[in-house]
């Protein structure tokens, strides 16, 4: 009997991590997306039922089916390159001058005088309140566009890295002044990586407003884009493509935050945390 | 290799006088530890021979060339154990260097780990090679083994002591664990209240064995020096006075 045992064992040991990875993906895969489902399977429901009209709750059917005439006729996949590429423009100019206003005034006292100041007022502006400004400025076009989105993004870039500067350990940082390195060492490799946790917060903050930004400024003046179709359809009562329009910003927002959690996993492998139980 | 001389070393916070007129001068190649109770002035002290602390008043005579061992061992926990221990280093040879450094402390296999990974004892030996990679002139170590626990901390002794003797630094090492520095050092200094009370000469060299029968008594001494109380029965007998 004690050999038997012994020879179940080591089968039962190697078995252990192959049924935890399957429980795993269902936990972690499966079990988010849950109540989405959910919610998916009472908003059909209440437009099966005839609950609410169709005018103001299409059917999911109506979504699709929405979806499904505006790619046919080319209207969509040409809003989403151009709403895309919008925020990508923007994201990009943001997170750079954001990053770059953020060490500056996290590294340098100097730099906090000058950056901080402006840039929190900035923060207490509501960014569609610039809207009118930007089209003075920048006209209607593109530029205005892609601006409004920048200084979304900047604002939580900002104030996050600038932030986790400050969080590192003052001690880590006299390490650096003992072994002499030089400035740009310290900034890059004790300032700027002990304040990406922060950061990568602040990027996820900013996608968020990138989107909203995106509405506002494409409802202002677009022939094309998410928030085009958006306009045009509320213009026409066309509340299906309204409902398509809502729930492709829903997931190109779950996307983006996604994109950066898979960052965020790359780039702080290091972190010891809790994860939840 | 220069010696480390330092000339009425006085340093103050807000008008609290920290150290008041330090002389020392310590000989290249010498292993110096400096006891005292908390709030001596022990650590700012070392700050200074650091360059981290400017003193209020007083010459200061050091090296560009000197590594630090602090207490907690400070490695950027974004950073893997080799990025630690190669921090700052010229790109030319930096590996090789670097894995010479963490066979020297024993953690030859530990270069790709993430420190929050390692036991405490573990990131006080990377914070060794971090300062060994530097082929330092001096080596200053603040209670580097103060947080660790009895035994892990022998071995760090013996592993300092040992490198100290392959390698022929000049060693300032501050503590207030006197069996430390009475292990260790061929000198002790005792700081009170900001000055040098007390010097000790510690015959032979370190790291010396539990074993060795004069430590306890110059153990006892430095204790007395430092104020306190012994057991009557282990009145030490009146040898080693420097």
Redesign the interface.
């Known amino acids: 009997m004690t050999i038997e045992t012994e020879t179940l064992q080591p089968t039962r040991i190697a078995n252990r991590p192959q049924r935890r990875a399957k429980r795993d993906l269902s936990r972690n895969v499966l079990l988010p997306w849950l109540s989405p489902i959910a919610i998916l399977l009472v908003w059909w429901f209440v437009s099966a039922a005839g609950i609410v009209g169709p005018k103001v709750l299409p059917s999911p059917v109506l979504v699709v089916a929405a979806a499904w005439e505006l790619t046919l006729n080319g209207r969509l996949p040409q809003a989403l390159v151009a709403s895309l590429g919008r925020v990508l423009a923007g994201t990009i100019i943001g997170v750079a001058l954001g990053l770059a206003a953020g060490l500056l005034a996290g590294y340098y006292r100097a730099g906090q005088i000058v950056v901080d100041k402006p840039l929190q007022m900035l923060r207490a502006v509501p960014f569609n309140a610039l809207v009118p400004l930007f089209i003075v400025a920048f006209g209607i076009g593109e530029w205005m566009k892609v601006s409004l989105i920048a200084v979304g993004v900047l604002v939580p870039i900002y104030l996050n890295t600038f932030a986790g500067v400050r969080n590192v350990d003052s001690?880590?940082v006299?390490?650096?002044?003992?072994?002499?390195?030089?400035r740009y060492?310290i900034a890059y490799?004790?300032l700027f990586?002990?304040a990406?946790p922060s950061i990568l917060t602040g990027l996820r903050f900013s996608l968020a407003i990138a989107w909203i930004a995106l509405v506002t400024s494409e409802t202002v003046n677009a022939n094309a884009g998410i928030g085009y179709i958006l306009a045009q359809a509320q213009r026409f009562v066309r509340t299906d493509q309204v409902f398509l329009c809502i729930v492709i910003y829903a997931f190109l927002g779950i996307l983006t935050d996604y994109l950066v959690r898979l960052l965020e996993g790359r780039l702080?492998?290091?972190?010891?945390t809790y994860d939840g139980r | 290799m220069p010696e480390i001389r330092l000339e009425r070393i006085s340093k103050r916070f807000d008008d609290v006088p920290v150290l008041d007129g330090i002389d020392l001068v310590i000989p290249a190649g010498e292993f110096i530890a400096i006891v005292g109770r908390s709030g001596s002035g022990k650590s700012t002290l070392l700050r200074i021979i650091a360059g981290l602390e400017q003193a209020t008043s007083g010459r200061l005579q050091s090296t560009d060339r000197l590594a630090v061992a602090f207490q907690e061992a400070r490695l950027m926990p974004w950073l893997k154990v080799a990025e630690n221990v190669g921090f700052g280093l010229p790109a030319k040879d930096q590996s090789r260097i670097v894995a010479d450094a963490l066979g020297e402390v024993g953690l030859a296999g530990k270069a790709a780990s993430w420190p929050l990974t390692l036991s405490g004892g573990q990131a006080q030996r990377v914070s060794l090679a971090r300062a060994l990679v530097r082929q330092p002139e001096v080596l200053l170590l603040d209670e580097p083994f103060g947080a660790l626990d009895a035994l892990t901390k022998l071995e760090m002794q013996n592993l300092v002591g040992t490198l100290w003797r392959a390698h022929g630094w000049t060693v300032v090492m501050v503590t207030h664990d006197v069996a430390e520095a009475v292990r260790l050092a061929d000198r002790v200094i005792v700081l009170d209240g900001g000055q040098i009370s007390e010097s000790v000469a510690i015959p032979g060299r370190g790291p010396r064995s539990p074993e060795d029968g004069h430590l306890a008594a110059l153990e006892a001494q430095l204790l007395r020096h430092l104020g306190v109380p012994l057991p009557a029965g282990n009145a030490a007998p009146e040898t080693a006075h420097s």
């Open positions: 001690k880590l006299e390490v650096g002044l003992v072994y002499r390195a030089p060492l490799k004790i990586l002990g990406l702080l492998a290091w972190r010891n």
